[in-house]
């Protein structure tokens, strides 16, 4: 088996998705990466103690580790799963659609979620399955006769490692209460859009106002794409089903760092709308390129959000303490219009 899956770490080598042992000894080391393998690097070496990893298939939801005896399949919410290679061909694909999420799955069932799109993966995936198959069940079900040849879910209270049953119960608590007490507002966008229709003449007929209006439509669009996004997650992150805190926590702050960056980024543009609508050009121009720097404008930016997350983020945190006077601008700015409607009303 070995032999086998070095020569297919060999000809897929090149590809971004095929992680060599050193690859994956590197992000386990990282600090800051997005990694299904980071997310569960604890897990993943308990399971592999005293293991050669031979290589590693990863994209952003999952991930396979190979060692010569057993491969490893790995969903950065849901844990992780080990299987004896007599499995591997059985592993089927579900691509995301509009409906459905991605998913791997296994006697038609759904066993860990599936993000990418990716050709190449697939190509990668069914070389690996194929290759693997034509060892053949019977050298493949020899080495699994001294061992369950059902999968193990790593995580359950059947295969917990060295924690016992008591501290999984402990644990399973905090996830409920984790679960249970985890909430988030998000900003909804009827301000903006209500902003933008009823104004949409005075922003046209200012100087290259068309061409503005069409790059906040683009930075409206891209919210609502993130608005999704951490829907999506949110309701993951409080009835999907996690084997551990630590994993819960990392998708609890993940989830909220995507909050955080879709309510900067609206702040923004709320503000560039009204000073659009005022002629307040000086304080336009510099929130204009805030925006421009964080490449939001870009023409395809809103199929890229995933893939841009990290870089925003770290841009938003470079210009906080503009975003902060930004937030003390609208409070005061909210309290000068409440004193104004006050006064007519008298």
């Given amino acids: 088996m070995k032999e086998i899956l070095e020569k297919l770490f060999e000809s897929n080598k090149n590809s971004k998705f095929v992680k060599s042992s050193q690859d994956i000894e590197n992000i386990f080391n990282k600090m800051f990466v997005i990694s299904p393998f980071k997310v569960l690097q604890k897990q993943i070496k308990e399971v592999i103690t005293g293991k050669e990893i031979i290589f590693g298939l990863e994209e952003t939801s999952s991930g396979f580790i190979f060692t010569s005896d057993f491969f490893i399949i790995v969903g950065g919410s849901k844990g992780l799963i080990k299987y004896d290679y007599f499995f591997l061909p059985k592993i089927e694909t579900r691509q995301k659609t509009l409906i459905k999420n991605g998913s791997y799955l296994l006697d038609g069932k759904e066993i860990i979620p599936l993000g990418t799109k990716s050709e190449e993966f697939f190509k990668i995936f069914d070389e690996i399955k194929l290759k693997i198959s034509e060892v053949g069940v019977e050298e493949v079900n020899v080495k699994t006769q001294s061992r369950s040849t059902e999968h193990t879910l790593i995580g359950t209270l059947t295969n917990i490692g060295k924690r016992g049953e008591e501290e999984w119960e402990v644990e399973k608590i905090v996830i409920s209460k984790l679960q249970e007490n985890f909430q988030i507002d998000v900003v909804k966008l009827d ?23 069409h790059k906040i439509i683009r930075v409206k669009n891209y919210l609502q794409n993130l608005e999704s996004l951490i829907d999506n997650k949110f309701k993951e992150t409080k009835s999907g089903i996690f084997y551990s805190k630590e994993n819960l926590r990392t998708f609890i702050r993940e989830t909220r760092n995507l909050n955080k960056i879709h309510g900067s980024i609206f702040s923004i543009t709320l503000l560039m709308v009204n000073e659009l609508i005022e002629e307040n050009f000086l304080d336009f121009y510099s ?9 939001i404008f870009n023409s395809n930016y809103e199929d890229q959000v995933l ?3 990290t ?13 902060r006077y930004m937030n003390i601008l609208q409070t005061y700015n909210t309290y000068q219009l409440h004193k104004i409607k006050i006064n007519t009303s008298k």
Avoid: A, C, R
Wanted: avoid cysteine.
């Fill in 191 to 213: 301000t903006l859009e209500l902003l933008l229709k009823e104004n949409q003449k005075t922003i046209i007929n200012n100087e290259n106002g068309k061409e503005y209006l």
């Fill in 287 to 295: 929130h204009y390129e805030l925006l421009d720097n964080l490449g």
């Fill in 307 to 309: 893939m841009k997350l």
């Fill in 311 to 323: 870089s925003i983020e770290d841009k938003l945190d470079s210009i906080n303490s503009k975003l």
